[in-house]
């Protein structure tokens, strides 16, 4: 029986890097950004929706569309598990097989991200630099601008 | 068991054909967005690459049959007769739909990828040797067929088609699952060989009563499948939805992949329990014979008539099921090679004479075809000759060899049954002929246009291996008897 | 291992009337998105007899084939929902007797 410590010293390191990680991004972020302090900076969903209304607003199918995306790549990832549980048994073989898995779902995303199923503005607001905003912009005339 | 597991090289030989066509699906998927409109058809080529290539490699895998990846895969002459048919299904739709998606300016990538994906699904699925692994093809197959059947995302049929499909397919699935699920909580395995075992062995005691229901409840999921009534309602509306290369494709490489995993369950895994489940094929037969002969006869839209008579020719499939032998898989082998060129080929006809936007689909469109284009009446009328079983064509001895099996296994009421209805059968398509070649042109018709190469390669294709089976049936029906033979070891 | 552990039974029974109500669901509901929902019900009751069946088993397998089940009702449900879009675009309806065009 291995003493505590030894067992959870993995654990311990992946805290301590977790934990440098999400400071030197904030960290980083803090020191390099640009700081600018306004009323649409304030808002909850800077530059997401209005948090009050009515819940029964219809929402672009752009929505739909991400999320259904998100689903599948998100199951996908399932298979990781029991591959993790038998990958030290299976070795370099386990490991070609999650590779071509994973090539496979890679060339899926590369076609819906290069057949535009990414992207969220549509092509026309693209082509125009979006102007910057006014300091005193409300939350309102952003959201009328989609 | 999984420890230091390492495939053979001849496994992955044995699932190569599979291999190469996941790899060529994908390469045309990421290629698709990097191609511009007029260079489509360079995917369509890929496609058909592809497809030989895996035609070849599904020959030669045959010279190292058995198991592979802890038998979860079987190649053995079934698995390699199905695989070649189904792969000839899709040469044949690839071929056949140029001319159909230019007219309806869709040609694209996805087209080609789609039929890729849903042909490596039969494949998986014919070669299947295990349940869940049967099911993952079954899916593939579906998934990309339910697209397929939607293709057309602006037109309003094309559209319900994909739904209907859709949504009684995946209803079909859950039963066919939830049969799986039973299997596997009554044998502890959902390997078909090991399955056989348990049930022949007398010395464990299984719940007969869980494992019929089991079958009967997998029944309902491969019956959807291969459109046998009473499952058969989601067919119309779909073949006649759907674009016409797509219906071409739908009635032959899922439904003959659908009656091989159909096959291989109830004669191997469920071979020693057969006094349980033919009652069912055999009322399914007989009710998809009577419904599919006799609602075609009332049609007037050729592609609704040929999926009524497509769910006709289920039904005498059907009857070779049932009598849950060795010759009986033969013939249903023999049934499904002949089913699928001509069925094929009537469908690319239509496609030809469908003009844009698919108008022209009435029977009183098919008037004076023999004038107008003589090349093609002849070959439509020999793929309607065999759809009826004259003799010379491979619908004939699809026919005798289906009867002769169920003559041996004393279903004569089937037989009867199924003479008859091919007699009614006959009334529906000689009218077809009847109209091509008496009834003159409509004047002011526009000229059809001519059969573009891809589109006469499959059309003659199609019309050789009709006229090929019907001549010379001797060949592949040696293989499928040998090949079903090894079905019920 | 516990010390009152759930009889097989009860499991099975649960995925049968988890599975009976999805069937009804797809049998008597009008709209299709809840009629979709009735079919993902019905994978979802198999799981649980999937996974019922495999701890009685004492095998891993069962649970392996439910990852499988999960992955294709996930696959099912994109390419279901992206049919019942292309179906609304072009009706502006849900309603599955509105959806029904095609007769002789």
């Known amino acids: 029986m291995r003493p505590y410590t030894e067992i959870y010293f993995p654990v311990v390191v992946q805290i301590i890097i977790a934990i440098a990680v999400a400071a030197g991004m904030v960290g980083g972020s803090f020191l390099l950004g640009k700081k600018v302090r306004n009323r649409v900076k304030?808002?909850?969903?800077?530059?997401?929706?209005?948090?009050?209304?009515?819940?029964?607003?219809?929402?672009?199918?752009?929505?739909?569309?991400?999320?259904?995306?998100?689903?599948?790549?998100?199951?996908?990832?399932?298979?990781?598990?029991?591959?993790a549980v038998v990958y030290r048994e299976l070795k370099l073989f386990a490991f070609v097989e999650m590779l071509v898995f994973v090539v496979l779902i890679l060339s899926g995303f590369f076609?819906?991200?290069?057949?535009?199923?990414?992207?969220?503005?549509?092509?026309?607001?693209?082509?125009?630099?979006?102007?910057p905003l006014p300091a005193e912009a409300s939350i309102a005339t952003i959201l009328n601008r989609h | 068991m999984f420890a230091n597991y390492l495939p053979t090289g001849?496994?992955?030989?044995?699932?190569?054909?599979?291999?190469?066509?996941?790899?060529?699906?994908?390469?045309?998927?990421?290629?698709?967005?990097?191609?511009?409109?007029?260079?489509?058809?360079?995917?369509?080529?890929?496609?058909?690459?592809?497809?030989?290539?895996?035609?070849?490699?599904?020959?030669?895998?045959?010279?190292?049959?058995?198991?592979?990846?802890?038998?979860?895969?079987?190649?053995?002459?079934?698995?390699?007769?199905?695989?070649?048919?189904?792969?000839?299904?899709?040469?044949?739709?690839?071929?056949?739909?140029?001319?159909?998606?230019?007219?309806?300016?869709a040609e694209s990538g996805e087209f080609y990828s789609l039929i890729l994906f849903s042909v490596v699904g039969q494949c998986v699925m014919v070669s299947a040797n295990e349940l869940i692994t049967l099911f993952i093809g079954l899916e593939v197959s579906s998934i990309a067929t339910y697209v397929l059947a939607g293709y057309l995302r602006d037109d309003k049929r094309a559209n319900e088609a994909a739904l209907k499909y859709f949504l009684l397919g995946s209803f079909a699935t859950a039963f066919l699952l939830y049969g799986v699920a039973w299997i596997y909580g009554v044998t502890g395995t959902t390997n078909l060989v090991d399955i056989r075992q348990i049930l022949e062995s007398r010395d464990v005691i299984h719940p007969i009563l869980?494992?019929?229901?089991?079958?009967?409840?997998?029944?309902?999921?491969?019956?959807?499948?291969?459109?046998a009534a009473p499952f058969q309602i989601w067919a119309p509306d779909v073949y006649q939805g759907a674009p016409t290369p797509v219906a071409a494709f739908m009635s032959a490489g899922p439904k003959a992949a659908g009656f091989?995993?159909?096959?291989?369950?109830?004669?191997?895994?469920?071979?020693?329990?057969?006094?349980s489940w033919v009652p069912f094929v055999w009322t399914c037969a007989l009710a998809t014979m009577v419904i599919g002969n006799f609602a075609a006869l009332a049609q007037n839209n050729v592609k609704r008539l040929l999926a009524?008579?497509?769910?006709?020719?289920?039904?005498?499939?059907?009857?070779?099921?049932?009598?849950?032998?060795?010759?009986?898989?033969?013939?249903?082998?023999?049934?499904?090679?002949?089913?699928?060129?001509?069925?094929?080929?009537?469908?690319?006809?239509?496609?030809?004479?469908?003009?844009?936007?698919?108008?022209?689909?009435?029977?009183?469109?098919?008037?004076?075809?023999?004038?107008?284009?003589?090349?093609?009446?002849?070959?439509?009328?020999?793929?309607?000759?065999?759809?009826?079983?004259?003799?010379?064509?491979?619908?004939?001895?699809?026919?005798?060899?289906?009867?002769?099996?169920?003559?041996?296994?004393?279903?004569?009421?089937?037989?009867?049954?199924?003479?008859?209805?091919?007699?009614?059968?006959?009334?529906?398509?000689?009218?077809?002929?009847?109209?091509?070649y008496m009834r003159p042109a409509v004047d002011g018709e526009e000229e059809l246009p001519p059969l573009g190469g891809g589109l006469k390669t499959a059309l003659w294709a199609s019309a050789l291996g009709t006229l090929a089976l019907g001549i010379f049936p001797s060949a592949v029906l040696n293989f499928a008897g040998a090949s079903g033979a090894m079905l019920v070891r | 291992m516990t010390m009152t552990s759930v009889p097989l039974s009860w499991y099975l029974i649960l995925s049968a009337v988890l599975f009976t109500l999805g069937v009804a669901g797809f049998l008597f509901r009008r709209n299709i998105i809840t009629v979709f929902m009735s079919i993902?019900?019905?994978?979802?009751?198999?799981?649980?007899?999937?996974?019922?069946?495999?701890?009685?088993?004492?095998?891993?397998?069962?649970?392996?084939?439910t990852f499988f089940v999960m992955v294709v009702a996930a696959a099912e449900a994109a390419v279901g929902l992206a049919i019942i879009l292309t179906v609304f675009k072009n009706r502006a309806t849900l309603q599955i007797d509105d959806v029904d065009s095609m007769k002789n």
Not at chain 2, 65 to 81: S, Y
Not at chain 2, 262 to 269: C, H, S
Not at chain 3, 49 to 64: C, E, I, K, L
């Open chain 2, 260 to 275: 091989a995993i159909l096959l291989r369950v109830y004669l191997t895994a469920f071979g020693p329990i057969d006094q």
């Open chain 2, 308 to 436: 009524y008579s497509s769910i006709a020719h289920a039904g005498y499939i059907m009857v070779a099921v049932a009598t849950g032998t060795a010759p009986g898989a033969a013939a249903a082998m023999f049934y499904l090679a002949a089913y699928a060129f001509m069925n094929v080929g009537a469908f690319v006809v239509v496609s030809h004479i469908s003009g844009r936007g698919e108008r022209k689909v009435n029977i009183d469109d098919l008037a004076g075809l023999s004038s107008r284009q003589p090349l093609t009446a002849a070959l439509f009328s020999v793929f309607l000759l065999s759809l009826i079983g004259v003799p010379l064509t491979g619908g004939f001895f699809g026919k005798f060899y289906i009867f002769k099996a169920a003559i041996d296994s004393q279903l004569y009421w089937l037989t009867i049954l199924g003479l008859l209805t091919s007699a009614v059968a006959a009334y529906y398509y000689l009218r077809l002929i009847v109209v091509m």
């Open chain 3, 40 to 65: 993902e019900l019905m994978l979802n009751a198999v799981n649980l007899s999937f996974v019922a069946f495999s701890y009685q088993w004492r095998q891993v397998d069962g649970h392996v084939y």
């Open chain 1, 111 to 131: 076609y819906i991200w290069k057949k535009g199923a990414l992207d969220w503005a549509p092509e026309s607001d693209k082509k125009t630099e979006p102007k």
């Open chain 1, 42 to 83: 304030d808002t909850p969903y800077e530059s997401g929706m209005q948090p009050v209304g009515s819940a029964r607003e219809r929402f672009s199918v752009k929505f739909y569309l991400v999320a259904m995306i998100f689903i599948l790549f998100d199951i996908e990832a399932m298979f990781l598990y029991p591959w």
């Open chain 2, 10 to 105: 001849a496994e992955y030989f044995r699932l190569l054909p599979e291999m190469i066509l996941t790899a060529a699906g994908t390469l045309i998927m990421v290629l698709e967005p990097l191609t511009g409109y007029r260079r489509k058809r360079f995917l369509g080529h890929l496609a058909l690459a592809g497809l030989l290539a895996a035609l070849w490699a599904a020959v030669v895998a045959y010279s190292s049959p058995g198991p592979a990846f802890n038998r979860l895969i079987v190649v053995d002459g079934f698995a390699t007769f199905f695989r070649v048919l189904v792969i000839v299904v899709g040469i044949l739709t690839v071929l056949s739909c140029w001319d159909f998606l230019a007219r309806h300016k």
């Open chain 2, 210 to 227: 869980a494992v019929s229901t089991a079958a009967a409840l997998m029944f309902v999921g491969f019956a959807f499948k291969v459109s």
